[in-house]
């Protein structure tokens, strides 16, 4: 049997030639001084050879070790050498079986039974919350605790209701892989318990007197951000819609708006397909579900404002990385938090804003009728309704729903109207 030294000192010569070992193994040494360990065997009764490795990086003792589980494939009656190529081949498709990957073949299947805001928010998600650390990895090389250093990262942030959201999708992908023969279990599926668990719901916080939201306008406005972020803020605020209607919200929605030419437009309205809305399942494909908002003077203006920059695309209010891709929803909260709201006023609390006043303003004008009109352009849908009676009410009092928009409007910018010109918003 060789020693280590006899290895060592194994030098190259005019030809190749072999240093034997033991049973079967041997150190091959080729005449440019390459040196690799082999061994000879015999399968089926015929002669044949197994590369296991090169030396240095293989030394006696390792080759020695896999020269003997050589030999147990043998006493088990399978051939070494068809082992090896078979895992060869298992490595090599464990590696293009990324998570990454097989994340992008598992939204392509799913994404068509989404919303186009919901499926945004789902490939978003993964992109920045996933991606970056385990996005290369082989799906076979995943586990728990790397799956939970991910989430850990998005607990630290406060965001507890978005990391449950993200274990849920990776556990997704997981179980996409194990379908496809990529992967054998979910290292996702019992991180669950080790996350901090969801608050109970709550309502979400909103500023609730008109005083209160014209300071937020001017902190806002003040505050350094992109302008197609302010610009977002301020049609929400306008229209009191919910956030993720906004943030993928498409040109071809907008109609009666002439954008060569900054006239009136008192037609203005901007048609929601019942499958971008908040609804049940059946009702998105029910065309009696669209939502009509009829947009005030100040609604347009902003709209002519984002149009030049972003006017030559599909979105009014899209990534600023990528002009097909929805804003994020996080870039308005952010924003916010910026500003000082948090845990005062989100992006969806501009809707219990416009309602809580609206409503307290329409019972003062004597007028408390108003509140199913508020309703309606909050898009809410009482349970039970039929797809022909939403046909009916999302139609009407529109010329009402157009007036009572039209003084929110005028309460949230008075301060900022002429002749005071403040903060760039339009004049009425």
Known sequence: MLTEMQVKNAKAKERDYKLADSEGLYLYVTAKGHRSWRMKYRFAGKERRLVLGAYPDLGLREARDRKADARKLL???????????????????????????????????QKDRWTPVHASDVIGSLEKEVFPWLGKLPVTEIDEPLVLSVLRKIEKRGAIETAHRVRQRISAVFVHAIAEGAGSRDPAAVVTRALKPVPRSRKRPALLSIAALHDMIRKTEAEPASPLTKLASRFLALTAQRP?????????????????????????????PPARMKLMLDMKHDAGFEHLVPLSSEAVAVLRAAHVLTGRGPLIFPSNRNARVAMSENTLSYFYNRCGYQGRHVPHGWRASFSTI?????????????????????AHVPEGVSGSEGAYNRAAYMERRKELLGAWATMLLEPFLEPHKMLGWPSR
């Open 244 to 272: 993720g209607m906004i943030r993928a919200l498409p040109w071809q929605e907008i109609e009666g708006v002439d954008w060569q030419d900054d006239g009136p437009a008192p037609d203005a309205l901007w048609r929601v």
């Open 358 to 378: 609206m409503n307290e303003w329409a019972e003062r004008q004597g007028n408390a009728g108003d509140r199913h009109v508020i309703d309606l352009i909050l």
């Open 75 to 109: 006493r088990e009656g399978r051939d070494p050498g068809i082992e090896a190529v078979k895992a060869r081949v298992e490595r090599a498709v464990a590696s293009a079986n990324t998570f990454e990957a097989l994340a992008r073949g598992w939204y392509a299947l």
